[in-house]
Structures are given as C-alpha cells and as structure tokens.
C-alpha cells in the first residue's frame, strides 16, 4: 500500500480530466473502468493496478482500491442516488457522503487536507482562525455533521461483516443447518397502475418438474433471497412488516439489522403457520439450500446473480420465482424487461394498498410452492 497511485491520479486531474486512461491488461486497449486492471497516467506514462489499495481509509470499507477511488471521481457529477447506482452496475462499493465529497474535493484540489488519507496531514503554520466567539460561532460549533437527503435515505452498500460471517461459518458447519444461524444473523453482506406487471414467458409448471421438491421439516424453511442493493425498495430492515403485516415502510439497513430473518405466513394454500427464512445473501449457502428457494428479489443489477447457482438470468428466473419491487412512475430498468419477473409496483404515499400488493406476491410464492409439492400429500 502507498499513496503513489493517489498522488499520481491527483497530479492527473490537476493537469486535466482526460490525462489518463483504464486499460486491459492483456492488450492495452481503453476499456470501462469495471473490466479495466490498469490506469496509465499519460503525461508520465506510470501504471498503477486498479487492484492496489490505496492510503484511503473508508470507516466502512476499509482502505480503498485504487478502482474505487476513480469510479468516485468519475462520478463526480451525478446525484447520490444516480452515483450509487452508478456504482451497483459496475460491481464497485461506494462510499458514503461525506467520504466521497472529502475525496473529490482532495483530488481536484480544493483542499490540501484530508482525515482520511493516511500520510497527509493538516498544514497548521501561519493559519489565521475565525472568530468563533458570539452568536455566530454558538450557531457554527453547534451545527452537526450536514449530510443530504438521497444519502440519507440510500445509505451505502458494501459493509464489512467479517467477523460475523466466521462466526455463521462455523455455526453452519457445526450444525449443518440454516436455521441454526439464525441466533447468530451470519449472513453478510412504467408508469403503470399499482400492482400491473411487465408481462413475461413464465415457465409453466410443467417446466418446474424437474425441481427438487419442497419438503417441509424442522430447519427446513423455505428460503426468500432479498437483493443487497442500496436502491432495493426491500431490505432486511423492512421486509418484515412488508411481507408479515402488509406495510411497506423505507427504512435502511444498518449494522445493528439482523442478516437472517424468520416470517410467518398463515395461508389456507399452503398451511397454518408456514415459516419462511429471509436473508440478502448466499455467503454461507450449502448447494443444497437453493433446493429451499421459493423466491427472489432483484433491482435489475446484474451482478446480484454473480454469487448464486444460477448466474444468468434466463437460468435463474427458470428455476426460482423473481420479482421486481418499485414505485410508481419510475422507469423500469431495462434488464427487468428482459427477464422473466414478475414486476410489482408502490404508491408513494398510499400505504393502504400496500396489503394489496402483498397479497399478490403471497399468491404467486404458495403457487409456485404448490406447484413444487408443497404440502405434501398425506
């Protein structure tokens, strides 16, 4: 780790936004910062591997890659909400808020300083303070830290949870079972009328044959996969009252949000009390857990699917149930056109069709368990 490759992409913003270049490695050609392994600096001719770390240190992320630092400055531009999506096409973390302005505004020079580069320090020579005494200074030292909106809301995707996937790791092993973890939350990390769907070739039950059947049993459950993506409207924090109560309420995923949920259904389809386990990653999946999925919730991102069985999409949504969450009047992303989910959409501000919404995604999960032999004959 140094602060060469930081220096260097400085240097090259100061001289001009086009001063250097993200190649492949294997022939040299330019290529999009998500494929690319090398960025050249054309007025020196230096190499740097998009791989290396950097002296940047994210509070959330840890020491950043240098891949990270330029998708940030090659976002500059663009709103929280469009950088963070941004951001989730490329496959690359993104940082939080105030980390990212810090690291702009150090890279295009407008400050010489920044906390979090190890190695550059705050000048502190001759530096003539304000006047912080009277009303205003009360005002300023009793500002909290600013952060807007769309940040607010988003939060960030990417969270180290290390330490707690090794601990569901050998949960998992010792006890061989997915609801075992459960204790331990291991798992880490259109302008249509509300409810209308894009309609898709869903396979028949007749395609579903083939399928491994659903067999209820004690730590058995079946399994509903969320998608980890900031820009998912459902998450880990809100999925519960969502799927259980019919309520959608926004909230974000924090630290302290469980990894594993468990969610009662009562349903005359497919039992009294069904158990349902929820989690928003397959870290710890044993190939045979994917033999319990009923279900699946995407936000279009291709790189949801890089982790699981089934990697492309026409696969995916060919053995498991897909769905698309979204408010109403936004634009479906075009990859959600072409694969075969069924798309569910949200009043803003109408919370009493929520129930309505929730209701048909129920429907089609007990059919498509039925379809798969659940409940078993007696």
């Known amino acids: 780790m140094s602060a060469g490759s930081l220096n260097a992409l400085k240097q090259a913003v100061q001289n001009g936004k086009s001063d250097f270049q993200t190649l492949d490695k294997s022939n040299g050609s330019a290529v999009d910062i998500s494929t690319a392994e090398i960025l050249r600096i054309n007025a020196s001719g230096e190499e740097f591997n998009l791989k290396e770390p950097t002296t940047f240190k994210s509070s959330v992320l840890g020491y950043l890659d240098l891949r990270t630092v330029l998708n940030c400055w090659e976002c500059r531009e663009l709103s929280v909400a469009d950088y963070l999506s941004k951001s989730d096409d490329r496959g690359i973390p993104n940082l939080k808020f105030l980390e990212r302005t810090d690291l702009i505004d150090w890279l295009q020079g407008s400050s010489t300083h920044s906390e979090y580069i190890e190695g550059v320090e705050e ?16 005002a300023i030292v009793g500002r909290g830290t600013l952060c807007d909106h769309n940040s607010s809301l988003h ?14 790791q050998a949960s998992v092993k010792q006890n061989g079972n997915l609801a075992d973890t459960a204790t331990l939350s291991g798992f880490s990390s259109s302008s249509s009328k509300p409810g209308s769907s894009i309609k898709t070739d869903r396979p028949s039950t007749a395609r579903n044959d083939a399928l491994v059947p659903l067999k209820p049993a004690k730590g058995k459950d079946p399994i509903i996969l969320l998608s980890p993506s900031p820009s998912s409207l459902l998450n880990m924090a809100n999925v519960q009252s ?4 019919g309520k959608f309420v ?11 949920l468990r969610i ?10 069904v158990r349902f386990v929820v989690v928003d990653s397959v870290d710890n999946f044993k190939p045979e857990y994917w033999d319990r999925v009923v279900a699946v919730f995407v936000t279009g991102q291709q790189w949801q699917l890089r982790q699981y069985k089934w990697t492309d999409a026409k696969t995916m949504f060919q053995h498991v149930l897909g769905f698309g ?15 075969n989910v069924k798309m569910e959409v949200l009043e803003r501000n109408n919370r009493f069709r929520d129930r309505e919404v929730v209701e048909r995604i129920w429907e089609l999960i007990e059919t498509y368990m039925v ?6 004959s007696t």
């Open 155 to 168: 939060g960030v995707r990417a969270s180290d949870f290390t330490s707690v996937v090794q601990i569901a």
């Open 325 to 339: 969450l979204q408010f109403k009047n936004d634009v479906i992303p075009d990859t959600l056109k072409h694969w």
């Open 371 to 376: 379809s798969r032999g659940w409940p078993l």
């Open 264 to 273: 009662t259904r009562k349903s005359s389809t497919i039992g009294s009390r």
């Open 242 to 245: 969502f799927l259980e109560e």
């Open 123 to 138: 000048r502190t020579g001759d530096v003539e303070m304000p006047d912080l005494s009277g009303d205003l200074g009360e």
């Open 250 to 260: 926004p909230a974000l995923k924090s630290s302290s949000t469980p990894n594993l």
